[in-house]
């Protein structure tokens, strides 16, 4: 059974500092996604990542995959109040649904 | 807007009611899944359709909880007798075929409160 485990699962930052969220699934995926989510609001699509070793970044977001550790993070530069959110990993594979993680909730402080 | 869309956004019902939710994809998407989440949890699959047919189903879908895609097109899924625990967030996403359209497109959601 493929699962997927986020950590930390609350994350208060100070406005300014780096920190990095980590994601571990449980059996070989082909894909790995991260999403935001704000309150009372759907997904919010920010990477998908495809291969090993493989980094994306998006403004003060950056996320890799090692898949030989099964393992993503996801790397906040410099935060600001507006990445204030929900941030979810999910991994899938073929046309399976989508298996997510229980969310790691972040707020920005300053 | 070619996103995929939900209706309704919100519904509030009384315990024992039915509600049905509806959902249009992508309009070139085949595949369509349903997720429910529940209050500070991720997304859990409920089903999944190719074109009209259901091909698989979690064993979170009771038998009270039944999923239609007539003609390969919109969705809608049916709660009988709804319970105070099926309040949650119900998503809906879509994708397409072929080795490129592997990223799923999530819709605004329905939330469900059962009162």
């Known amino acids: 059974e493929l699962k997927v485990e986020q950590n930390p699962l609350f994350l208060s930052m100070q406005e300014g500092k780096n920190y990095t969220i980590y994601c571990n699934y449980s059996?070989?995926?082909?894909?790995l996604y991260w999403y935001r989510q704000d309150p009372g609001k759907s997904l919010e699509s920010l990477f998908v990542?495809?291969?090993?070793?493989a980094v994306k970044q998006e403004g003060r977001l950056m996320a890799s995959l090692d898949t030989k550790a099964r393992l993503s993070t996801l790397h906040i530069t410099a935060a600001v109040h507006d990445l204030s959110a929900t941030y979810f990993c999910?991994?899938?594979?073929?046309?399976?649904?989508?298996?997510f993680g229980k969310g790691t909730r972040l707020s920005v402080i300053a | 807007d070619t996103g995929v869309s939900q209706d309704p956004r919100h519904k509030i019902t009384k315990r024992g009611q039915n509600v049905t939710f509806r959902c249009d994809p992508i309009?070139?998407?085949?595949?369509l899944y349903w997720y429910r989440q529940t209050l500070g949890q991720g997304p859990e699959f409920l089903t999944y359709?190719?074109?009209?047919?259901?091909?698989?189903k979690s064993r979170l879908l009771s038998d009270r909880f039944s999923a239609e895609r007539p003609k390969g097109s919109f969705s809608t899924l049916e709660i009988q007798r709804t319970e105070q625990g099926d309040s949650a967030m119900y998503l809906c996403?879509?994708?397409?075929?072929?080795?490129?359209?592997?990223?799923?497109?999530f819709g605004p959601g329905t939330r469900l409160t059962v009162t």
């Open positions: 996403a879509s994708r397409g075929t072929g080795l490129k359209y592997y990223e799923q497109y």
């Open positions: 059996t070989t995926s082909d894909r």
């Open positions: 990542l495809l291969s090993n070793g």
């Open positions: 999910a991994v899938d594979r073929g046309n399976t649904p989508l298996v």
């Open positions: 309009s070139e998407h085949n595949r």
């Open positions: 359709f190719q074109n009209e047919a259901q091909l698989e």
